[in-house]
């Protein structure tokens, strides 16, 4: 069955510095989407993405942060200057459309910022 | 401030026991979904429910929606050991961006 995949499992970063967090999502699908989660806490929307352009985003998604599909079948979240309470996991999913269909999501990126 | 409250937050119980998850809900919403989250994993779509009364059952899980009441239940019927996880609800008070409940953490002992 076609997964979302995402790279690295595990990013640990210094703060202040930038990362950058890799998925492919679906190859067939149109829209999405990064969420992330505090350890032991709920998910949380950011951002989602559709037709080269952000859909919508939450309060979380600030400055500090943009997405990108710059080829076609990566899908990035980058983070400039990150912070201590950056660290979370963040997850991407995908999904055909915006109606009916679930999202699918990655196993996600768990970012440490040290 | 839209709210997702899943009630109870943590579930402990025996194998072949009955029991239902509650997930309300402040705003509207067209559809809600459930998923399962095992530890230190991802997250597993479970059902979409796309209406008022809508209802859908895959194994020893039922899900049921009340639009009206802003509700919806996820009834999990003799529950076996494999069934211990992590569930969450979501609305989708956006476009397309799921509002996620608080999580019900399910364990189920022999």
């Known amino acids: 069955e076609p997964e979302v995949t995402q790279t690295p499992s595990h990013q640990v970063t210094q703060m202040g510095q930038e990362v950058i967090l890799r998925c492919v999502p679906i190859s067939n699908h149109l829209y999405f989407y990064w969420y992330r989660q505090i350890l032991g806490q709920k998910v949380e929307f950011l951002v989602s993405?559709?037709?080269?352009?952000?859909?919508?985003k939450s309060e979380i998604f600030d400055d500090q942060f943009s997405v990108e599909r710059p080829d076609g079948s990566n899908f990035t979240l980058k983070i400039r200057s990150t912070k201590l309470e950056d660290s979370a996991m963040y997850f991407c999913?995908?999904?055909?459309?915006?109606?009916?269909?679930?999202?699918?999501f990655g196993d996600g990126t768990r970012l440490s910022i040290l | 401030e839209l709210k997702v409250e899943q009630n109870p937050l943590f579930l402990s119980m025996q194998e072949g026991k009955n029991y239902t998850i509650y997930c309300n809900y402040s705003t509207t919403s067209d559809r809600l979904y459930w998923y399962r989250q095992d530890p230190g994993k991802s997250l597993e779509s479970l059902f979409v429910l796309l209406s008022n009364g809508a209802v859908k059952q895959e194994g020893r899980l039922m899900a049921s929606l009340d639009t009206k009441a802003r509700l919806s239940t996820l009834h999990i019927t003799a529950a076996v050991h494999d069934l211990s996880a992590t569930y969450f609800c979501?609305?989708?008070?956006?476009?397309?961006?799921?509002?996620f409940g608080t999580g019900t953490r399910l364990t189920v002992i022999p």
């Open positions: 999913a995908s999904s055909l459309d915006r109606g009916h269909q679930p999202q699918h």
């Open positions: 993405f559709y037709n080269n352009e952000i859909s919508e």
């Open positions: 979501a609305v989708v008070p956006g476009a397309n961006n799921l509002f």
